[in-house]
């Protein structure tokens, strides 16, 4: 069978990361990765491989900066069967109707709203929503994140209600320009925060509720969890639940700090030291008074890679359970 062809429009962070995981697999293949900029992404783009394509108005410039340029981004469309969206939040909207023209498939991120595809993406939570449909978002990180640990309680004990903080990175690491730097900023002060109700895009009856604050740091976000379940259950029991799923990792062993975790991506020879599973501290599972407690951190570049891969195998059909396709893009990724 023929690979499912994948364009990659905007090659930042998510973008960069997206193509080299469709990479790893067999059953599809990148046919071009879009940029803007003609800056050093784009150059180690092409030296490894994928053509590069760029808005109309940019061609020259690639071509002036020692960068052939393929084509346009919608040269690169024609080619594609689905096209994974990792344009900056707010401009994906805008390249729907690019995709509806060339009858291609379309994933968005979780900067984009979920109303633009109608159908919001965790491939523990609702893979089977996702099959053969022409448009999904992949939920954000925060939210892919709080879909991992809440699907499978929701599962096993029932979900009455879950309330999370979620400590956010202000920036990612090559981020020169966001803040803050020396505060804490409330964000957003009216409360609660949109994070829950994104959640609810995936699992419409999770009673959820969330504030969220940035801190100046670009590792990693930090939840802490509280959440009430139906069935009694001791921490022993929702510790053999998490260990149970592949995209959790316990972390321990003098780990005390998100710093610790980024160094352990590192360690393991992960490819740019990304942790893709939710990284859950399992000393801190805690049962008090009927309810669960526990601190999870949250590599905001990574997490949403593996989900990317599902969601264009239930798009295209490639694997009809979801459970399977989860096996398969772990073993390729190495999770
Ligand atoms: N970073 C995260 O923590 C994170 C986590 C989960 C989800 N997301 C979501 O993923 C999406 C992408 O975020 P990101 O952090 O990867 O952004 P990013 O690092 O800023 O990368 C965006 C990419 O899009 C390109 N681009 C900009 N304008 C474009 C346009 N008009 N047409 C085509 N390409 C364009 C940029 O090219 P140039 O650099 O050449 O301008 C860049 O390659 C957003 O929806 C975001 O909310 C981000």
Known sequence: MSKVKVAINGYGTIGKRVADAVSLQDDMEIVGV?????????????????????????????????????GTVDDM?????VVVDCTPGGIGKKNKGLYEKAGVKGIWQGGEDHELAGCSFNAISNYEEALGRDFVRV???????LCRVIYPLDQEFGVKKVRVTLMRRAADPNDIKKGPINAIVPNPIKLPSHHGPDVKTVMPHINIASTAVKLPTTLM????????????????????????????????????ST?????????????RGDMWENCIWDESITMYE???????????????IPEN????????E??????????????????
Do not use: W
């Not at 891969?309 to 295209?316: G, N």
């Open 139 to 145: 939920v954000s990180c925060n939210t892919t994140g």
């Open 221 to 256: 976000h930090l939840h802490t969890l509280n959440i009430e379940l139906e069935k009694d259950c001791s921490s022993e029991d929702v510790k053999d639940l998490f260990a149970k799923q592949s995209r959790i990792r316990f972390v321990g062993q003098g780990i005390s």
């Open 318 to 335: 490639l694997e009809s359970d979801g459970a399977k396709s989860v096996v398969k893009t772990n073993k390729t990724m190495g999770l």
């Open 77 to 81: 469309i024609a080619k594609a069967d």
């Open 259 to 271: 710093a610790e975790v980024m160094e352990l991506g590192k360690d393991l020879g992960r490819p």
């Open 309 to 316: 891969v599902d969601a264009i195998r239930a798009m295209m």
């Open 290 to 304: 009927g309810e669960l407690y526990f601190f999870q951190g949250i590599h905001q570049e990574s997490d949403v």
């Open 34 to 70: 879009s940029k803007t900029r003609p800056n050093y992404e784009a150059s180690i783009a092409h030296d490894k491989g994928y053509n590069v394509y760029t808005l109309a108005n940019r061609v020259d410039a690639m071509k002036q900066a020692g960068i052939p340029a393929a």
